[in-house]
C-alpha cells in the first residue's frame, strides 16, 4: 500500500513542464510551497536543450534528466515515488498507464484524461488501496487559499 506521510518530504519526477511552458513553473512553485514534495528527477521537454535548461532551472542533476518517461522510471527505480504530469492533456492517458504499471503515485495537471472511455478504463484498473492517481489544481499557490488554510 502506498503511504504518503504528512511528516516527510516524497521525491518525485516530473514529466513536462519545461521552461518553456508556463504551467511547468506554476506546478514547481506550488509543490515547493508547502515543502512536502521535492523534485529530484525530470523528463522535462522532448526538446533536448530546454530539457537540460530545465533541469539546471529547477536545480536538478543533469544525470536525473531523461529524453523518455520510461527511461526516467526505470533508472530512478525507487528513488522517485511519484511522478507529477504536466503535459498535453492528449498524452495523459498512456503516460498515467506508464506510471501505473511502474507502481508510482501519479500527480496528473487537470484534466485528467480527455474522454469518458479513458476515465471508465481507469477507474476499473486502479485499486485506490493500493495505487493513487492525484489530480492537481494550483489553487493551493493562490495566496487567498492559504490564507483560508491558515484562518481554518
Do not use: W
Not at 502506498?2 to 506554476?26: A, H, P, Q, T
Not at 485506490?128 to 487559499?145: D, E, G, Q, R
Amino acid at each position: 500500500m502506498i503511504s504518503l506521510s504528512k511528516y516527510r518530504k516524497i521525491n518525485v519526477g516530473m514529466l513536462g513542464g519545461g521552461i518553456n511552458s508556463s504551467v511547468g513553473r506554476c506546478h514547481v512553485t506550488a509543490s515547493r510551497m508547502d515543502g512536502k514534495i521535492n523534485i529530484i528527477a525530470g523528463c522535462f521537454s522532448r526538446d533536448e536543450k530546454i530539457n537540460k535548461d530545465t533541469a539546471t532551472y529547477y536545480q536538478i542533476e543533469q544525470k536525473s534528466c531523461f529524453e523518455t518517461l520510461e527511461q526516467m522510471l526505470e533508472e530512478m527505480g525507487n528513488s522517485i515515488e511519484a511522478v507529477i504530469i504536466a503535459t498535453p492533456i492528449d498524452q495523459h492517458f498512456e503516460q498515467i498507464n506508464t506510471i501505473l504499471e511502474a507502481g508510482k503515485i501519479i500527480i496528473c495537471d487537470k484534466p485528467l484524461v480527455s474522454n469518458i472511455e479513458q476515465i471508465d478504463n481507469l477507474r476499473d484498473r486502479v485499486d485506490f488501496k493500493s495505487n493513487m492517481i492525484i489530480p492537481i489544481y494550483n489553487y493551493t499557490a493562490y495566496p487567498l487559499v492559504r490564507e483560508m488554510k491558515s484562518l481554518i
